[in-house]
């Protein structure tokens, strides 16, 4: 990106004949490794009085630092993880440790639905029908101009709502709709499940060898040999053939009403609903123009030369403009994608239990603010690395090949 | 110079919904520009209804089953917001009396809880007797941004007027010159929090976004790239909320004993770093869209780099990112709601205290309808006038 | 610091030596200097808490915590309105006063060995003996918290209430399921909203809440249990002994006030008193004041400032419908029990 302009002093053809560094203010590049050992120690003398400071100021305060509090019985309750708690036990470290996962839960969960809405807004603000382009557009507008932080309070409110377990919203047999969250069956997991899992894993690949040996005969024939059957039967009637094979277990646990709660059954929490639905509904206003502006940047042309060669049109779509429209739509997705995780953070104002809002827990029952705090840092970097690079690799292998 | 000035603006479309889309927006073209109009005539709006709203049976079905269920809740809205609403309610001497909006709950809204504290959520804990202060700091960063928007100020001048119109708003919020009270920032809240923090948040990361973005683009200086190009991926990459965090509760351990900064002051210089690598980006952006012609013909005259810089490079790429840069801006206003996770009595903040009062605190949806209302309004008109401009210098561009 | 410190012991040796008056210019703590030299005592309050610290639709601050901190602004600076609260979050609040941000912390923090030995502070008194309590429904038909098992509590992440919480249940074998949510008022909304089966929180908070519920306050229940002990304080940072004398005594003196029946009513008239305990604590006899490194009439700033311990419940606490209860005098069944002030 930076060479993309380049001094023309420092071009081959006008670089002066190479020579020593002269030790001369008037030597360019002298003067180039003053100036950043200048403004390299300036920071550093900066960097190191502050850490000065720290360490005098946690000595006089008498804080304790390092990171031996994650080794100690944690004793702070959290509401929902997706491991095994205890705070009679369990340590600060592990109580992080579900933070972490449950911002990824939200994380993973979020972005798939805010691309599918966000899509669907993006169709529908290019529709032909005056109507829905308005109403989607009118939903951009206002979900874009008020906070997210309001956003989600609002919806918490609405959840909130909901009646009250005993006279909750039943439309499906064994699922429950009421301000606990979202009550619905699971099926009860057993070792053949698992074995099934396996099958499906190998039915994956077997149907991507599958496609790929078409795809060489189509190139060598002309003729493309169905695909769909194929898959089929490995990726539903294999694991469920291993599934068969083993007994077939099959028992759901239903939620029942006993007491205050229900028990059995798996939940939605609303703290954890409403953060998703928040993300959601306002990522995908931003997801909406990104999709619409992708396609409309590939021009009609496209659609009319891929029939004019005699595709059909779930072709063109599929061969010719979502490449196409990838290509412009995949860098800002990035982004969005990133937004997300990020605005995850605002679940401490809903009290849905985040890395942000373990970890200010933590910090403010050790007393140990820095270390709390590297922490999420941490996290969030790592995060915000793990997905660039996903998506880097993503845009590098759709990218145009130019020969 | 046509041709390469077309190319400016489409790279720098895409340079900035690059780094920032989150705030910087896709430019939008407008949808209806796109449809063909309806012949002009008598029969216009009943054919263009058959264009655009029942063209075939499936659109007819969907227009007809949305404009059932809009209609409907256009109704129940108006029953409760207008209809059934309680728009004030007697005082007593043990305060207001709320009996009236407890027996239209769930039917009307209560606006009363507004008409009795909206001083409150728009001033927070300002001094009661001095509230017209704040009052006129809003007007005044109105006007300012009135003022930025129109191009005819767009001059050296427009500087001054921000330093001048800054300072007012310092001297009346602050106060302790000329007769006025002194007033400390601990007390000051709502929507002056809200535009302070964003606002300076924008001057003061200005300037530090330039030099950052300068620094990224440096050849000759590698060491200053790696410093620049760290700081806006370490703050881009952590969310606002954990710089608050820092400021709040880090910062503190970081400075010398004795030497406190209020809080409300830490809050905003972590606003303003996170807005400087935000910014940087953008500007990195319009840096990037400027053709290279530029930059060679300004070596051509022998310019030194901050000649170069200064007269030929930043006027031009500054305008360019204007658009993306209030967009930027709204992000900022918007995510100065944040504070209110470190106690800082914003807008959002001081709405929120307000309805902890034993009063009114069952009136939450009336409060986030307001405070939703007032964050639409200046974010709405600052994002059209950012789309305004965006055509406009397309428009330039082409011709 | 340091050298303020020595700088002020010269100047009180010199003052001492010269002139009586200019020695009161010195208190011999740093923290006293500073407040009286800014004029305005920074005092760290919640950001809203009805009865404790909640601003009106003036903005001005009220609440117990509120008006402790008025009281030590009027024994130092005499004038009960030279405060600055500063709103501080449960995260925030004590790194605010561990960084000198404030001068003192009353945000009903309760007083803990783990508090005081790891943050560097001090607790310098107890304005409100509280316990952790439960709120329920009545409609629930809950009489124990040992028949919440299995219950869903709202309760506020980062306190002590949290821990207590999760220590009783483990204790009596009970389950529950935590909503942990940081702001009062979200996690009040909560709890009405039906969300959680019980909210839990300092009893006081509780019944001021329920109280607050009006007509409606029949609809809970405050159960029996008190499952922790809360005594709720005002802080200082450690190494300032002078300034933790201060605002140690002027809670004692307020609430001595009460004992001896000293009102900001008739504050003029007990000056004239010649009580031996009262004419000590309006300074008309000896010198304490100055022993504590201010006026000798500073109790009496403190008393026509903001009242006497049960004047300022009165006005702060009373009104939310909680009863006085334990934090009665001593001599009424209550704890507070000022040592005698001579």
Redesign the interface.
């Known amino acids: 990106?930076?060479?993309?302009?380049?001094?023309?002093?420092?071009s081959p053809a006008r670089a002066a004949p190479k020579k020593g560094l002269s030790l001369s203010w008037s030597d360019?590049r002298f003067r180039?490794i003053v100036?950043?050992v200048l403004?390299?120690g300036t920071?550093t003398a900066i960097v190191w009085y502050?850490v000065q400071?720290?360490s005098?100021?946690?000595a006089?305060r008498r804080i304790a630092t390092g990171f031996a509090f994650l080794g100690r019985t944690a004793g702070i309750p959290i509401g929902e993880s997706l491991i095994d708690y205890d705070p009679a036990i369990n340590t600060y470290g592990r109580a992080l440790l579900i933070g972490l996962l449950n911002t990824l839960k939200v994380a993973v969960v979020g972005v798939v639905l805010a691309t599918i809405w966000g899509t669907v807004l993006g169709v529908a603000?290019?529709s032909?029908?005056?109507?829905?382009?308005?109403?989607a557009?009118v939903y951009v507008?206002?979900i874009?101009?008020?906070?997210?932080?309001?956003q989600l309070?609002?919806w918490y409110?609405v959840l909130q709502g909901l009646p009250a377990p005993r006279n909750s919203f039943h439309p499906l047999p064994g699922v429950f709709l009421s301000n606990r969250g979202i009550k619905f069956p699971v099926v009860e997991w057993e070792g053949p499940f698992w074995w099934a899992l396996g099958a499906l894993a190998l039915g994956i690949l077997g149907t991507m060898a599958w496609s790929r040996t078409a795809a060489r005969q189509q190139e060598a024939t002309g003729v493309r040999p169905k695909v769909w059957p194929v898959a089929l039967g490995l990726l539903v009637g294999f694991p469920l053939l291993v599934w068969g094979a083993l007994g077939a277990p099959f028992a759901v646990e239903m939620p029942a009403l006993r007491g205050f709660n229900f028990t059995g059954g798996a939940t939605v929490s609303p703290e954890y609903a409403a953060l998703t639905l928040g993300l959601v509904v306002y990522t995908a206003s931003?997801i909406a123009?990104?999709v619409?502006?992708g396609i409309?940047a590939v021009p009609t042309g496209q659609w009319e030369a891929g029939g004019a060669i005699g595709l059909r049109s779930s072709t063109v779509l599929r061969k010719i403009v979502l490449p196409q429209a990838l290509r412009v739509i995949i860098?800002?997705m990035t982004?969005?994608y990133?937004?997300l995780t990020?605005?995850s953070?605002?679940a401490?104002?809903i009290g849905y239990q985040d890395v942000?809002s373990i970890a200010?827990t933590t910090?403010n029952q050790t007393g140990q603010?820095?270390e709390g705090?590297a922490a999420?840092?941490v996290v969030?970097?790592a995060i915000?690395?793990s997905i660039s690079f996903l998506m880097n690799w993503y845009n590098a292998r759709i990218a145009l090949v130019e020969r | 110079m046509s041709h390469s000035t077309t190319r400016t603006t489409a790279a720098l479309g895409e340079a900035a919904?690059?780094?920032?889309?989150?705030i910087a927006?896709?430019?939008?073209?407008p949808?209806a520009a796109e449809?063909a109009r309806p012949a002009a005539g008598p029969f216009a709006p009943v054919a263009w209804a058959r264009a655009?709203?029942f063209?075939g049976w499936l659109?007819t079905a969907?227009?007809l089953a949305?404009?059932y269920f809009?209609a409907r809740w256009a109704i129940g809205f108006f029953d409760w917001a207008v209809l059934h609403a309680v728009w004030s309610v007697p005082q007593t001497d043990a305060g207001p009396d709320p009996s009236a909006c407890?027996d239209a709950k769930g039917v009307g809204a209560c606006w009363a809880m507004i008409g009795?504290?909206y001083?409150?959520i728009l001033?927070?804990?300002?001094?009661?007797e001095e509230q017209w202060r704040p009052a006129i700091v809003i007007a005044l960063f109105i006007g300012l941004y009135a003022i930025s928007a129109m191009r005819r100020f767009w001059r050296k001048e427009l500087l001054l007027i921000w330093i001048v119109a800054l300072t007012a708003i310092g001297v009346l919020m602050w106060g302790g010159v000329g007769g006025l009270a002194f007033v400390?920032q601990?007390?000051w809240?709502g929507l002056p929090i809200t535009l302070i923090l964003s606002t300076f948040g924008l001057a003061f990361a200005f300037p530090l976004a330039v030099v950052v973005a300068l620094g990224?683009?440096?050849?000759?200086?590698?060491?200053?790239?790696m410093?620049c190009v760290l700081y806006v991926e370490?703050i881009?990459?952590?969310?606002?909320?954990?710089l608050l965090?820092?400021a709040?509760?880090?910062f503190?351990?970081?400075?010398?004993?004795?030497f406190?900064p209020?809080?409300l002051l830490r809050a905003q210089v972590a606003i303003i770093l996170f807005a400087g690598a935000y910014l940087a980006e953008v500007v990195r952006g319009g840096l990037?869209a400027l053709p290279?012609g530029q930059?060679?013909a300004a070596?051509a005259l022998g310019l030194s780099y901050w000649k170069k810089t200064g007269l030929i490079i930043l006027p031009q790429a500054l305008r360019l990112v204007i658009p993306p840069l209030v967009n930027t801006f709204?992000g900022f206003f918007?995510?100065t709601?944040?504070v209110?996770?470190?106690?800082i009595?914003d807008l959002?903040?001081a709405g929120?205290?307000a309805?902890?009062?034993?009063v009114w605190?069952?009136y939450?949806?009336e409060l986030?309808l307001v405070?939703?209302v007032v964050?639409?309004a200046f974010?709405?008109v600052m994002?059209r006038y950012s789309r305004g401009l965006e055509q406009e210098f397309r428009r330039t561009a082409r011709r | 610091?340091k050298r303020i410190t020595s700088l002020g012991a010269l100047l009180l040796g010199a003052g001492l030596a010269f002139s009586p008056p200019a020695a009161a210019q010195d208190s011999g703590s740093a923290t006293i200097n500073t407040i009286k030299s800014r004029g305005?005592l920074v005092c760290g309050v919640s950001?809203?808490?009805?009865g404790f610290s909640?601003?009106?639709?003036?903005?001005?601050?009220q609440g117990i915590d509120a008006d402790t901190c008025r009281a030590v602004a009027a024994a130092i600076l005499g004038d009960a309105n030279k405060v600055?609260?500063?709103?501080?979050?449960t995260?925030?609040r004590f790194?605010?006063l561990?960084?000198?941000?404030l001068d003192l912390l009353v945000r009903s923090t309760t007083w803990t060995l783990g508090r005081e030995g790891n943050l560097g502070l001090l607790f310098a008194g107890v304005n409100f003996y509280d316990g952790t309590g439960f709120l329920v429904k009545s409609a629930a038909g809950v009489k124990s918290v040992k028949d919440l098992d299995g219950a869903t509590i709202c309760v506020q992440p980062g306190t002590s209430t949290e821990l207590a919480i999760a220590d009783y249940f483990r204790l009596n074998k009970l389950k529950f399921t935590p909503v942990l949510i940081?702001?009062?008022?979200?996690i009040?909304?909560t709890y009405?909203a039906g969300r959680c089966d019980s909210y839990s929180t300092d009893a006081s908070g509780l019944a001021a809440f329920r109280?607050?519920q009006?007509?409606k306050a029949g609809e809970h229940v405050l159960l029996p249990e008190i499952i922790s002990k809360e005594p709720l304080g005002m802080m200082v940072r450690k190494g300032d002994d002078k300034f933790f004398d201060l605002v140690r005594w002027t809670l004692f003196a307020m609430i001595q006030a009460e004992e001896s029946g000293v009102s900001s009513k008739n504050i003029d008239e007990m000056l004239k008193s010649t009580n031996p305990d009262v004419r000590r604590l309006v300074g008309t006899e000896g010198d304490l004041g100055k022993a504590l490194g201010v006026d000798n009439r500073w109790a009496v700033n403190v008393i026509k400032g903001i009242g006497n311990y049960g004047e300022m419940w009165d006005r702060t606490v009373a009104p939310?419908g909680i009863p006085r209860g334990i934090n009665n005098l001593w001599n009424k069944g209550g704890l507070h029990y000022p040592p005698p002030i001579r």
């Open positions: 990106m930076s060479g993309a302009v380049v001094d023309p002093r420092l360019p180039n100036w950043q403004i390299l920071i502050l400071n720290t005098r100021n946690l006089a603000r290019l032909k029908n005056w109507l829905i382009s308005r109403l557009a507008e206002v874009r101009d008020v906070p997210l932080l309001l309070l609002f409110l931003y123009e990104i619409r502006s409309l860098p800002p982004s969005q990133l937004n990020k605005n953070s605002l401490v104002a942000v200010s910090l603010a820095i705090i999420i840092m969030y970097l915000s690395l | 919904h690059d780094p920032v889309p989150a927006g896709i430019p939008a073209a949808i449809r655009n709203l063209n659109s969907v227009t949305l404009i809009i407890r009795d504290k001083r409150f001033f927070g804990r300002y001094a009661y400390p601990d007390s809240g990224r683009r440096s050849t000759e200086l590698p060491a200053v790239r410093l370490l881009r990459g952590v969310p606002l909320i954990t965090f820092m709040s509760v880090m503190p351990l970081f400075m010398p004993e004795g406190n209020d809080k990037q290279k930059y060679e070596d709204i918007k995510d709601s944040l209110l996770i470190i106690g009595f959002l903040l929120k205290v309805i902890t009062d034993p605190q069952a939450s949806t986030y405070l939703a964050y639409f974010c709405y994002s | 610091m305005q950001t809203g808490v009805a909640l601003a009106d639709s003036k903005g001005v601050t600055r609260f500063v709103p501080t979050t995260t925030n790194t605010a561990q960084s000198g941000e940081q702001d009062l008022a979200e009040q909304n009405l109280f607050q009006g007509p939310l």
